[in-house]
């Protein structure tokens, strides 16, 4: 299966990972020992030097299309330096990370993870984290206003699924009901692996694991493998016609022997967005408003399929050092910082009322996101433990909204900032074909709100009431987890973990002038035990049968109990201190099956089953259900614990390997959810699937794919939705619907040389007008996009 052909010194010789049908080198290997304290990847050459392994030294080398394999420095030395690699028939991943915060074998685990892996996100080319998770085509991703992107998993979304960053929660205490962008404060350009648990992920993961988990992995500083340093460096430039996208990115690897260096940088500008010129004129843009000679004119868009008042920019910086003073000991220091500008807020801009553009002014402030953490990871192979992983962690946040009326010269603005604080510790021990993992977490969070009103012809400033509390806002959590998976045989694997969990919430209101609350605290306390169990059954070297038991808890966080906000004209949400948590139940079957070595199949079902839902229902306050708020009178709604909800549905994908060059791969996800009384619940997403035919050779590869939304009907929209006739197409009947639509679309890319890549494409090339379910911008249309990599 392997074979290796003449080679002078080891100190002097790189190997050389080829292909085994072509001979064509193979970039993106990794390339580690058994326990991963050496670690990094073949060049474009397929190249990689060696010296710093042991003669006796195990070394592996995996990736997602081609077979592992693990040979010893002495074996490749014996046989001459260069790796041969042979193709799977499917790209298939075999390790997976999110299921345990451990590696472990993919076919062992009852749970449906999809992986997205470095050459995969190179290739798809995302201009934002939402994108990469839209890429997969299976995580159905809504946005309000082009700067965002909120990912729907199984009928749930926002606070009730979860991203992970390095191992860290992301969510924190004003993660809302409504929709949110914080995925988009990541850089897709220094991802390493991102993977996706669908289902609950409580028993690791804590609160908000209900949906699903987004787990995602950021590159690693790489040390020497050989005499000298490890210097790599990484750019990128990227062009995107349909908002003039104007992206750089660049990334540098100083590594020695047992200290190294990753610093990557990104910059992007992005214009106003150009939908597709054919299907529903209703989506156009035909007027905007701006400001001329201190007043709010209408002015007509002599474009009307450019989304004026829709572009925005972002830089990220990621900076870490790696330190491995043994080869048991690895620590690892990391700073994430992501600006954003100020980002309009297009679902508003469009809204009218008496026929009227509503709002001179609605954006977001630039949105911040700094992550500082030091992350130590000890392998000591004790009686006790096997490896045991510490991440200490701060996160600052800082998220801000100004709105104003057409005609008016009062700017409301609101401003939140949270910093959060974390503590992670994570082992495990392997023994007699068992694997235990447990693991203890602590959270804080605090969070401080302020508002105001400022003329913006005199500047004078006026103080408002602020979204949450304005005194202490103080969010808890601590978690005690376990798990264990069993081989029961070489065929049958048993999966089960417990998790406890104690949430606590406390704020103040030091002026309770505005509203005049009959309570001046809140304070909430909870616990939830939660559990899954699994099992896992691999039919034959083809086939796997899977079933997996799962529950989750989501507990009630500031921005549940203790909001006032205007969660849409004529509407205010008020505090509600007597929340409770919301439990999901969950059942998924799972069925892989390759037939002929021509076909693989992957079929999943899913039930999920959610109690005492926190929803958002009408309330009272003093009672009375309407109060005036920022001079209107708006109807009072609460986050209360109503009733329940289900969610079921599946998931089916194929791939067809017709020959090595070839592949042709298609998906497909179905997902309803209606609450006890029989009304769609507001983030299931209508049907939705890609197709994709795939042709890869020595240096090209190219990607004819489609990707199809089925139609949401008048009567099985939400009423939250159907109330947005401005979002929405209209049917016959006047009623607003979310209408069926497609893309076809091509990406391709072309090696040059050793050192480079080039990437180029066409989405939408029907420029089909067509805006996803939920969403406030219109998709681009025909979309031109290129980009230049380069490796050295």
Same mark, same amino acid.
């Given at each position: 299966?392997?074979?290796?052909?003449?080679?002078?010194?080891?100190?002097?010789?790189?190997?050389?990972?080829?292909?085994?049908?072509?001979?064509?080198?193979?970039?993106?290997?990794?390339?580690?020992?058994?326990?991963?304290?050496?670690?990094?990847?073949?060049?474009?050459?397929?190249?990689?030097?060696?010296?710093?392994?042991?003669?006796?030294?195990?070394?592996?080398?995996?990736?997602?299309?081609?077979?592992?394999?693990?040979?010893?420095?002495?074996?490749?030395?014996?046989?001459?330096?260069?790796?041969?690699?042979?193709?799977?028939?499917? !790209?298939?991943? !075999?390790?997976?990370?999110?299921?345990?915060?451990?590696?472990?074998?993919?076919?062992?685990?009852?749970?449906?993870?999809?992986?997205?892996?470095?050459?995969?996100?190179?290739?798809?080319?995302?201009?934002?984290?939402?994108?990469?998770?839209?890429?997969?085509?299976?995580?159905?991703?809504?946005?309000?206003?082009?700067?965002?992107?909120?990912?729907?998993?199984?009928?749930?979304?926002?606070?009730?699924?979860?991203?992970?960053?390095?191992?860290?929660?992301?969510?924190?205490?004003?993660?809302?009901?409504?929709?949110?962008?914080?995925?988009?404060?990541?850089?897709?350009?220094?991802?390493?692996?991102?993977?996706?648990?669908?289902?609950?992920?409580?028993?690791?993961?804590?609160?908000?694991?209900?949906?699903?988990?987004?787990?995602?992995?950021?590159?690693?500083?790489?040390?020497?493998?050989?005499?000298?340093?490890?210097?790599?460096?990484?750019?990128?430039?990227?062009?995107?016609?349909?908002?003039?996208?104007?992206?750089?990115?660049?990334?540098?690897?100083?590594?020695? =022997?047992?200290?190294?260096?990753?610093?990557?940088?990104?910059?992007?500008?992005?214009?106003?967005?150009?939908?597709?010129?054919?299907?529903?004129?209703?989506?156009?843009?035909?007027?905007?408003?701006?400001?001329?000679?201190?007043?709010?004119?209408?002015?007509?868009?002599?474009?009307?399929?450019?989304?004026?008042?829709?572009?925005?920019?972002?830089?990220?910086?990621?900076?870490?050092?790696?330190?491995?003073?043994?080869?048991?000991?690895?620590?690892?220091?990391?700073?994430?910082?992501?600006?954003?500008?100020?980002?309009?807020?297009?679902?508003?801009?469009?809204?009218?009322?008496?026929?009227?553009?509503?709002?001179?002014?609605?954006?977001?402030?630039?949105?911040?996101?700094?992550?500082?953490?030091?992350?130590?990871?000890?392998?000591?192979?004790?009686?006790?433990?096997?490896?045991?992983?510490?991440?200490?962690?701060?996160?600052?946040? =800082?998220? =801000?909204?100004?709105?104003?009326?057409?005609?008016?010269? !009062?700017?409301?603005?609101?401003?939140?900032?949270?910093?959060?604080?974390?503590?992670?510790?994570?082992?495990?021990?392997?023994?007699?074909?068992?694997?235990?993992?447990?693991?203890?977490?602590?959270?804080?969070?605090?969070?401080?709100?302020?508002?105001?009103?400022?003329?913006?012809?005199?500047?004078?400033?006026?103080?408002?009431?602020?979204?949450?509390?304005?005194?202490?806002?103080?969010?808890?959590?601590?978690?005690?987890?376990?798990?264990?998976?069993?081989?029961?045989?070489?065929?049958?694997?048993?999966?089960?973990?417990?998790?406890?969990?104690?949430?606590?919430?406390?704020?103040?209101?030091?002026?309770?002038?505005?509203?005049?609350?009959?309570?001046?605290?809140?304070?909430?306390?909870?616990?939830?035990?939660?559990?899954?169990?699994?099992?896992?059954?691999?039919?034959?070297?083809?086939?796997?049968?899977?079933?997996?038991?799962?529950?989750?808890?989501?507990?009630?966080?500031?921005?549940?109990?203790?909001?006032?906000?205007?969660?849409?004209?004529?509407?205010?949400?008020?505090?509600?201190?007597?929340?409770?948590?919301?439990?999901?139940?969950?059942?998924?079957?799972?069925?892989?099956?390759?037939?002929?070595?021509?076909?693989?199949?992957?079929?999943?079902?899913?039930?999920?089953?959610?109690?005492?839902?926190?929803?958002?229902?009408?309330?009272?306050?003093?009672?009375?259900?309407?109060?005036?708020?920022?001079? !209107?009178?708006?109807?009072?709604?609460?986050?209360?614990?109503?009733?329940?909800?289900?969610?079921?549905?599946?998931?089916?994908?194929?791939?067809?390997?017709?020959?090595?060059?070839?592949?042709?791969?298609?998906?497909?996800?179905?997902?309803?959810?209606?609450?006890?009384?029989?009304?769609?619940?507001?983030?299931?997403?209508?049907?939705?699937?890609?197709?994709?035919?795939?042709?890869?050779?020595?240096?090209?590869?190219?990607?004819?794919?489609?990707?199809?939304?089925?139609?949401?009907?008048?009567?099985?929209?939400?009423?939250?939705?159907?109330?947005?006739?401005?979002?929405?197409?209209?049917?016959?009947?006047?009623?607003?619907?979310?209408?069926?639509?497609?893309?076809?679309?091509?990406?391709?890319?072309?090696?040059?040389?050793?050192?480079?890549?080039?990437?180029?494409?066409?989405?939408?090339?029907?420029?089909?007008?067509?805006?996803?379910?939920?969403?406030?911008?219109?998709?681009?249309?025909?979309?031109?996009?290129?980009?230049?990599?380069?490796?050295?």
């Amino acid at each position: 299966m392997l074979a290796l052909l003449s080679a002078p010194d080891i100190n002097a010789q790189l190997i050389r990972v080829i292909d085994a049908e072509d001979s064509r080198p193979v970039k993106d290997v990794a390339v580690f020992n058994n326990q991963k304290s050496r670690f990094g990847y073949t060049s474009l050459a397929g190249e990689f030097r060696i010296t710093a392994f042991g003669r006796n030294e195990t070394v592996n080398f995996q990736h997602p299309s081609y077979n592992n394999v693990s040979l010893t420095v002495k074996e490749m030395e014996d046989r001459s330096w260069v790796v041969l690699l042979f193709p799977k028939t499917f !790209e298939i991943d !075999e390790f997976v990370v999110s299921a345990n915060r451990w590696e472990q074998d993919k076919d062992e685990i009852p749970n449906k993870i999809t992986q997205i892996r470095r050459p995969q996100i190179e290739f798809s080319n995302p201009q934002t984290a939402a994108d990469l998770m839209g890429s997969t085509g299976e995580v159905f991703v809504q946005k309000s206003q082009m700067g965002g992107g909120s990912p729907m998993i199984r009928g749930f979304a926002t606070n009730r699924v979860l991203i992970v960053v390095d191992g860290v929660r992301m969510n924190n205490a004003i993660f809302r009901e409504g929709n949110v962008q914080n995925i988009i404060s990541l850089d897709p350009n220094i991802i390493e692996s991102a993977e996706v648990i669908f289902g609950p992920g409580a028993v690791i993961y804590g609160s908000d694991a209900i949906g699903g988990v987004m787990d995602f992995h950021t590159r690693k500083p790489l040390l020497s493998t050989g005499e000298k340093p490890n210097l790599r460096v990484n750019a990128m430039t990227r062009y995107s016609s349909a908002n003039n996208e104007q992206t750089g990115h660049v990334d540098f690897n100083i590594g020695g =022997s047992r200290i190294s260096s990753l610093t990557s940088i990104t910059l992007s500008d992005f214009g106003d967005m150009i939908m597709g010129s054919k299907k529903h004129p209703e989506y156009r843009r035909p007027e905007y408003v701006t400001r001329i000679g201190n007043r709010d004119t209408v002015v007509t868009n002599r474009n009307p399929n450019k989304q004026v008042e829709s572009g925005y920019s972002s830089y990220y910086i990621m900076q870490k050092i790696r330190f491995q003073p043994t080869e048991k000991l690895d620590i690892v220091l990391a700073t994430h910082i992501s600006r954003t500008s100020d980002i309009p807020r297009y679902d508003r801009l469009i809204q009218y009322r008496n026929n009227e553009l509503r709002y001179g002014d609605w954006y977001y402030g630039p949105q911040k996101w700094t992550m500082n953490s030091a992350s130590v990871e000890w392998k000591p192979g004790n009686r006790f433990f096997d490896a045991a992983r510490l991440n200490v962690t701060r996160q600052d946040f =800082s998220e =801000s909204r100004y709105d104003r009326q057409f005609g008016d010269t !009062e700017l409301n603005s609101g401003e939140e900032k949270v910093v959060a604080y974390s503590v992670n510790a994570d082992f495990e021990k392997e023994w007699n074909r068992k694997l235990l993992y447990w693991g203890i977490e602590g959270v804080t969070n605090d969070v401080t709100s302020t508002a105001r009103s400022e003329d913006i012809i005199t500047g004078e400033i006026t103080p408002q009431a602020s979204r949450y509390p304005d005194g202490e806002n103080r969010y808890t959590g601590m978690g005690l987890y376990t798990g264990i998976k069993i081989s029961l045989s070489e065929k049958i694997f048993l999966n089960g973990g417990a998790r406890y969990n104690y949430n606590s919430l406390h704020s103040t209101f030091i002026d309770n002038s505005f509203y005049n609350f009959p309570f001046t605290e809140i304070d909430n306390s909870n616990g939830a035990l939660t559990g899954s169990v699994g099992f896992v059954l691999i039919t034959n070297e083809n086939g796997q049968l899977s079933i997996n038991g799962s529950s989750g808890y989501r507990a009630p966080n500031l921005d549940d109990a203790g909001k006032v906000f205007d969660s849409e004209p004529g509407s205010v949400v008020v505090p509600n201190p007597s929340l409770n948590p919301e439990r999901a139940y969950n059942i998924d079957l799972g069925i892989t099956r390759d037939l002929f070595d021509l076909i693989h199949i992957e079929l999943t079902a899913f039930h999920t089953w959610l109690d005492n839902a926190m929803v958002r229902r009408n309330f009272t306050f003093d009672g009375q259900d309407s109060i005036l708020y920022r001079g !209107e009178l708006s109807r009072v709604l609460a986050i209360v614990n109503a009733g329940s909800a289900t969610v079921s549905g599946g998931h089916l994908s194929m791939q067809i390997s017709p020959n090595r060059y070839l592949k042709v791969k298609s998906n497909i996800n179905i997902t309803r959810g209606e609450d006890q009384d029989g009304i769609p619940l507001r983030h299931v997403s209508p049907l939705f699937g890609s197709a994709h035919v795939i042709f890869e050779n020595k240096k090209i590869k190219a990607d004819l794919y489609g990707i199809y939304n089925g139609e949401i009907s008048y009567d099985n929209m939400p009423p939250s939705e159907a109330g947005k006739k401005y979002l929405y197409a209209i049917d016959e009947n006047e009623k607003p619907y979310c209408p069926a639509w497609y893309t076809i679309n091509l990406m391709t890319s072309y090696q040059v040389g050793n050192f480079g890549i080039i990437n180029a494409g066409i989405e939408n090339l029907l420029d089909h007008r067509y805006r996803p379910y939920s969403s406030g911008i219109v998709s681009p249309g025909r979309n031109f996009i290129v980009s230049l990599r380069i490796k050295i």
